[in-house]
Nanobody
């Protein structure tokens, strides 16, 4: 069955870095657009970054220049390198796979930016 398993979250000080990973299985990973979303308490889930099957990328304005999304099709994995983290980056981060109308979500990993 389809699985998306996020890892790499945790507690980090402002200005620090984290690298999130999402391991995928159960579908043809290389054909899917992969994205990272986040949801902070009391807020709607928002798109952070997307990398398409052709490897083009887009980012939310709030993370441009600080976050980098990448994928390794040989490992069926997508990554989110997060640098210069801010307290407002605190959220649960979710991995998502999309192919046309088909979409799959991971369970999420908590990122907390605090001193």
């Amino acid at each position: 069955q389809v699985q998306l398993v996020e890892s790499g979250g945790g507690l980090v000080q402002p200005g620090g870095s984290l690298r999130l990973s999402c391991a995928a299985s159960g579908f043809t990973f290389s054909s899917y657009a992969m994205s990272w979303y986040r949801q902070a308490p009391g807020k709607e889930r928002e798109l952070v970054a997307i990398i398409r099957a052709g490897r083009s990328t887009d980012y939310a304005d709030s993370v441009k220049g600080r976050f980098t999304i990448s994928r390794d099709n040989a490992k069926n994995s997508v990554y989110l390198q997060m640098d210069s983290l801010k307290p407002e980056d605190t959220a649960v981060y979710y991995c998502k796979a999309d192919w046309g109308p088909i979409g799959y979500w991971g369970q999420g990993t908590q990122v907390t930016v605090s001193s």
